[in-house]
């Protein structure tokens, strides 16, 4: 059997992928062009990807493919018409990364509320190398206790999110995105209450119809100027213009994203003129990178081919 990886880098080189070898033949390739992946895929009986796009162009000659294995929890790139007309069937890993995601979340919100940015340069500049007080909070920051934390989306990641802002001690409500999560720990909201109540808003939400361009310049006016905004979900749900717009009329504190419309960052970005780290802090798509979220990652995915094919 023949496994191929088309875009292993997107899961790092630094994961040890030997465990695969247990199942058959592996051929490793950190990027493929959609050219490259035709070629690629025509002796395949499996497919592991993570971005790559498949569909009737990329899998015309992939005549022997019986598996598609996404290496994510996303499948907007699998043409799913396409593959049942052709009975190969596909995989994706959910909840692999919740306590990473949940966990970036967290880095970014304090990152932000405690201006850390600010403090950081302040002592690095020297200024307060033989200061008269031990201590500066020119750069007033609160408590996060008592505040009030609004989720967009609840599902596992929005649900431990929940939880730990919980133990935080802040109040917490949520908007469910499909309309269809009733959750009794916390209290369901409209979207606009959600946005007009909240201290924090984070986004753990799926890109759907209902999703994209949740975020615009509407919302982001109706939230508290002191209100902190993470997107930790979809980078289509925010409109980046808009969000741009916001902070630099000093319509909410700070936002924290480490999702955008489009990846790698296009260098027409709104965003990427805003340079205070202390208003803005992008990070690359990292929220779900942790080592051992990885290596959760692919072991799930030699699983599932271990299953498919009944391997023992």
């Not at 950190?30 to 899998?59: C, H, P, W």
């Not at 996303?74 to 994706?92: C, P, S, V």
């Not at 302040?122 to 190398?129: F, I, L, P, Q």
């Amino acid at each position: 059997m023949n496994i191929v990886f088309l875009d292993a880098d997107t899961i790092g080189r630094d994961i040890d992928l030997s465990m695969f070898e247990k199942s058959g033949h592996v051929t490793v390739y950190g990027f493929s062009s959609k050219e490259e992946m035709r070629e690629r895929a025509a002796d395949a009986d499996v497919l592991i990807l993570n971005k790559m796009q498949a569909d009737a162009y990329t899998l015309e000659k992939a005549s022997h493919l019986k598996l598609i294995c996404v290496t994510a929890t996303g499948t907007n790139n699998l043409d799913k018409n396409y593959l049942a007309q052709r009975n190969i069937e596909w995989r994706n890993v959910a909840g692999y990364s919740t306590e990473c995601v949940t966990q970036h979340t967290f880095a970014m919100l304090f990152y932000l509320l405690e201006k850390l940015a600010y403090y950081d340069n302040y002592v690095k500049s020297e200024a307060y190398v033989n200061n008269t007080t031990f201590t500066h909070f020119s750069n007033v920051f609160h408590e996060l206790y008592g505040m009030t934390w609004g989720i967009i989306g609840l599902g596992a990641i929005g649900r431990r999110v929940a939880q730990i802002a919980a133990a935080f001690g802040c109040h917490v409500i949520y908007f469910s995105t499909s309309g269809k999560n009733d959750n009794p720990d916390y209290s369901r909201v409209s979207f606009d209450d959600l946005l007009s109540r909240s201290d924090i808003v984070s986004v753990h939400a799926p890109l759907t119809e209902k999703t994209e361009g949740l975020m615009n310049r509407s919302a982001f006016q109706k939230m508290k100027k002191s209100a902190v905004f993470l997107n930790l979900g979809r980078g289509p749900i925010v409109v980046e213009q808009d969000l741009a717009d916001a902070l630099l009329a000093g319509e909410l504190a700070a936002a924290g994203l480490d999702v955008l419309s489009a990846e790698p960052m296009h260098p027409d970005n709104p965003l990427k003129s805003i340079k205070d780290s202390g208003r803005l802090l992008i990070t690359p798509h990292i929220a779900w990178a942790g080592v051992e979220t990885r290596r959760r990652l692919m072991e799930t995915v030699c699983q599932q081919i271990q299953t498919f094919f009944k391997i023992c």
